[in-house]
């Protein structure tokens, strides 16, 4: 009779070590002893293996592997669909069995929306995992009284039904299937260790029991490891209830050494984790990169940035995140190439799909080159979006440009066509003769993985689709929506991408669980980040698998781990040392606030600095840094890295350093900070000068900004938005309430009661298709979120137009006189000025002219206006003070803004008061100030704003900091 012994003990408590003594002595007697360890993950096997043999040299029938891999490999030949498939049956069963209507009417609303196989897909597996029969799950769900119950409980019997009709097997019935072979006789080892694993599934158990009947089993366990580890127990022990657990005593005295690290920001944090890294391999010759592991909570926002750092600090990566599909640059591609029709055609699509690194320009006879000077000739001739833009620029690009065009419009006219197959198109295309795609063995490891993978997802997609149609027995071909979604499925399914053995391990929390590292470094110590916040949405919520356990269905806790069992779990890995790492900004620039693990711990916290010594650089940026910084202190020392010793680089950032120390001190830099000679700039201060309120409160609010808007007349170069931005949005709603008052100007009629409803009429008709038009007229994407944001700010258009009428009411002489009426006037300056501008509306009471100026966002405070710093609306009103309309009339000048939360009180200046009508004249005394500061040449850097706004044409070359806030 075979042997069975459980070991259970917590972490650091030797269990591992245990049952590697075992096999060490077991290999010293005979090298040739056949064994099998089972272990959660491919990391696990890799420590497993590197462990053993450091004990005994020799193991040679020793297989480590997980137990999915072991299960597949006694059951070749079985028709176990995979992951993906299994994924695409569920989705076609589940939407047939909502269809039909019963208990699973309950998801119709929602059977139609792209989360809705996703969380099927969960529950579903859970109900498999744990080996639950269909009628048992509907008559728990039916003493439930809980419709969600019934309706999973239906679909689950609706899947299992079709999954055994058709001889099929889901991939987690592969341990089940495995437990049925070994018992028909399949080959096993005399041996059989059981290591690291935080829980065990019905499925897995019935693989483990099969297995010890034919071989001696040793399980070790950690029943603290997480909430549901101690029912697992349980469930061991019921199985083999003559077995009494080995009970490993907790450890002592083997607590690594704690330390805290902050950084600036998520990169910076991330770079000082692997400098932190190369020094302790540089300092200890013994140490392998393999010997430190790097985790974060979630991996996969740091994992592009972790293997570009890690590159450039030469330290082998092994990351052991999935990495999705649609997260690398051919996904990026492919989901461009399939969205370029819904948004709109834009040139910048068209140009970014052939400019990627994975597609064949071969196949056009286009190069580079080519590319930029097509995306050059797009942008001087105001080719944004649409296919007859794209036509007019074909006209003057290369030929092959033409030619790619018209594949990728061919391309969307079949796949979208009813008899096509899509999946076949789209595969012929990429893949063909003299495909899309550049051969994998023309690019890096990576790129040609993901190239395969992808070929291996449409390939699959062709297999299920075709296996579909035979069995509905027709031919009749998916729509392109549906062909988008199932696509999209895979696409975001995570794959391993190509191992770098021996490297650093790059893993998620939750997946450390029974590993050990000489050293381990704890990223992301942040708010929001770690803990994570809680999950929702699950079917099997903690409070269902509750019910259902108390109707009588055997199912066990949740499998996930809470944050403070993670925590736990994850500092207990390290033999050495444990390094927290957090960040003090966020990606967005604001302040992070520190996890509450970071703060519990009371090691100090070492604050890295940005830029390092020379002798300290661990890698070239870092060496270009500190010798830029030297060249400060008067050094001349620069890398001897070719790529970085370009005579003309390096003798620009030389003549520019001492221009820097100077600005980055109290000491005045002149021209460097905007001080200029007086009198260069005539054309703004001379008699008849043109002034506008934007450019008055440019220079109020930063003389410098307005030196590079104004004088040199600096501008971005226009591109296509990726999405509506706020002043698309502000050009927008200006234009829906210009058109929309522009009846009741030409009828001499106010905004009353009685014509609301005609303006929201138009708003709601002409202003929505306005609104609708914007991504084609003004060549931005993301048109069907656009789209959706109508309803949003429809309602606070509405609601403020609402507000006037209900503020000013309806009387006699009452009318709107004007929409965008553009005025000229002269000034009382010295010499005259002149001041030009549009004012949005112009309305007419008996007594007074009202000024009404729109805003969608943030408006200036009364007091600033009070103060001087902001003229537009005291600039308006002296606009129209000698206007003939303003006879006998007082001028109230306002602004009009869509409502949203912490708005403050409405306000206005009107000149029949005093106090307004001094603020009015003082604009006169800003212009004229401003006018005789620009005469002597100061533009200097004095920004009165906190942070200065994004919108700052001067932003990428001002560098302001707080010596020049000072100096100002």
């Not at 709109?344 to 320009?361: C, E, F, Q």
């Not at 930029?372 to 620029?393: K, M, V």
């Not at 030929?399 to 419009?409: Q, R």
């Not at 990606?587 to 020379?614: C, H, L, M």
């Amino acid at each position: 009779m075979p042997s069975f012994e459980i070991i259970k003990g917590g972490a650091g408590s030797g269990k591992t070590r245990r049952i590697v003594e075992r096999l060490a002595d077991l290999y010293r007697q005979d090298p040739f002893s056949a064994a099998l360890v089972l272990v959660p993950t491919i990391r696990h096997a890799d420590q497993f293996r590197r462990r053993l043999v450091q004990e005994c040299a020799i193991a040679m029938n020793l297989r480590v592997e997980t137990m999915t891999m072991f299960a597949r490999s006694v059951t070749k030949g079985s028709p176990i669909l995979s992951a993906s498939r299994a994924t695409d049956e569920l989705a076609r069963v589940a939407r047939r069995t909502v269809a039909r209507g019963g208990d699973a009417d309950y998801f119709n609303p929602i059977a139609g929306m792209a989360g809705f196989v996703p969380m099927i897909e969960s529950a579903v597996g859970s109900l498999l995992e744990e080996d639950i029969k269909p009628g048992s799950s509907q008559a728990a769900a039916a003493q439930t009284d809980s419709a969600l119950a019934s309706a999973l409980a239906s679909i689950y019997a609706a899947y299992v039904q079709e999954l055994e009709q058709r001889r099929l097997i889901h991939p987690v019935q592969v341990n089940s299937v495995a437990a049925s072979a070994i018992r028909a006789g399949a080959d096993v080892p005399g041996i059989v260790m059981v290591d690291g694993f935080q829980r065990f599934t019905a499925q897995e158990i019935q693989l483990l029991a099969a297995l010890s009947e034919r071989a001696d089993m040793t399980i070790t366990f950690d029943p603290e490891a997480s909430g549901r580890s101690e029912s697992d127990l349980k469930r061991l022990q019921e199985k083999w209830p003559s077995t009494h657990p080995t009970q490993l005593s907790p450890p002592q005295d083997n607590v690594a050494d704690m330390t805290k690290g902050e950084a600036a920001n998520p990169e910076q944090h991330a770079r000082e984790i692997a400098r932190q890294i190369k020094r302790k391999l540089a300092d200890d010759p013994t140490l392998r990169p393999s010997d430190c592991a790097v985790t974060f909570r979630q991996v996969t926002p740091y994992l592009a940035m972790m293997r570009r750092i890690f590159a450039e600090y030469e330290i082998p990566l092994d990351p052991a995140a999935g990495a999705r599909l649609r997260d690398t640059p051919l996904g990026s591609w492919l989901n461009r190439l399939l969205g370029v029709k819904d948004n709109g055609w834009r040139v910048k699509d068209v140009t970014a799909i052939l400019r990627s690194g994975v597609v064949n320009l071969n196949r056009w006879n286009l190069t580079g080159n080519d590319l930029d000077y097509i995306a050059q000739t797009a942008r001087e001739n105001n080719f944004w979006s649409g296919l007859e833009a794209l036509e007019g620029l074909s006209g003057q690009a290369p030929s092959g440009f033409k030619d790619a065009l018209n594949d990728v419009t061919a391309l969307h006219n079949l796949m979208e066509s009813d008899d096509c197959d899509s999946v076949q198109i789209l595969a012929d295309a990429l893949y063909g003769e003299n495909g899309w795609l550049q051969d994998p063995r023309d690019v890096d490891d990576e790129s040609a993985q993901c190239i395969d993978q992808l070929r291996s997802y449409l390939t699959e997609m062709a297999d299920s689709q075709r296996d579909d149609a035979d069995d509905a027995g027709d031919n009749e071909q998916e729509p392109f929506e549906r062909f988008r979604e199932r696509l999209d499925r895979r696409l975001g399914m995570p794959i391993l991408m190509r191992r770098t053995p021996g490297g650093v391990l790059l893993a998620p929390m939750h997946t450390m669980h029974g590993l050990r590292f000489k050293h381990v470094m704890v990223g992301g110590l942040s708010e929001g980040e770690f803990p994570a916040g809680r999950r929702y949405g699950d079917l099997l919520s903690d409070a269902m698998r509750q019910e259902l356990i108390d109707a009588g269905l055997p199912l066990p806790p949740a499998p996930r781990s809470t944050e403070e069992e993670l925590w736990q779990s994850v500092t207990s890995r390290a033999e050495d040392s444990t390094n927290l790492w957090r960040y003090r900004l966020n990606a967005s620039g604001k302040e992070a606030t520190p996890a509450w693990v970071f703060e519990d711990d009371k090691s100090d916290t070492v604050n890295r600095p940005d830029v390092q010594e020379i002798g300290e650089s661990a890698s070239t940026r870092e060496l270009a840094i500190a010798c830029a910084r030297g060249w400060l202190n008067g050094e001349f020392l620069r890398p001897q890295d070719s790529a970085l010793s370009d005579a003309y680089s390096w003798h620009a950032v030389r003549r520019a350093a001492r221009a820097e120390q100077t600005r980055r001190s109290f000491e005045f830099a002149g021209e460097h900070e905007g001080q200029i000679s007086g009198g260069l700039v005539r054309w703004r201060t001379r008699e008849g000068g043109v002034w506008s309120a934007s450019s008055l409160d440019s220079y109020l609010t930063c003389a410098f900004q307005f030196f590079g808007r104004y004088v040199l007349r600096l501008e971005e170069l226009d591109d296509e938005p990726e999405e509506g931005d706020a002043a698309i949005r502000g050009t927008i709603i200006h234009t829906i309430l210009e058109k929309a008052f522009e009846p009741l100007v030409e009828q001499e009629q106010p905004l009353s009661v009685e014509t609301l409803g005609d303006v929201i009429h138009f708003i709601d008709t002409e202003g929505r298709a306005m609104w609708d038009r914007a991504p084609e007229e003004h060549a931005f994407g993301q048109a069907a979120l656009w789209k959706l944001e109508w309803q949003r700010y429809r309602d606070r258009i509405i609601a403020m137009l609402s507000q006037q009428v209900m503020g000013q009411g309806s009387y006699d002489g009452y009318r709107v006189l004007g929409t965008e009426y553009e005025f000229n006037e002269e000034t009382d300056t010295n010499p005259p000025l002149r001041i030009h501008g549009k004012i949005d509306r112009v309305d007419e009471t008996p007594n007074n002219l009202v000024v009404i100026d729109y805003k969608t966002g943030s408006i200036p405070t009364q007091r600033q206006v009070r103060q001087g710093k902001s003229a537009q609306l005291p600039l308006y009103a002296l606009a129209l003070r000698n206007h003939i309309w303003a006879h006998d009339k007082s001028v109230i000048t306002r602004y009009a803004k869509l409502p949203s939360a912490g708005d403050v009180r409405p306000w206005a200046l009107d000149d029949a008061i005093e106090e307004d009508s001094e603020v009015i004249d003082n604009v006169v005394n800003l212009l004229q100030q401003s006018r005789d500061a620009i005469e002597a040449g100061d533009f200097r850097v004095n920004p009165q704003a906190p942070e200065c706004p994004p919108f700052c044409a001067m932003r990428r070359v001002c560098r302001v900091n707080a010596f020049s806030r000072q100096k100002s």
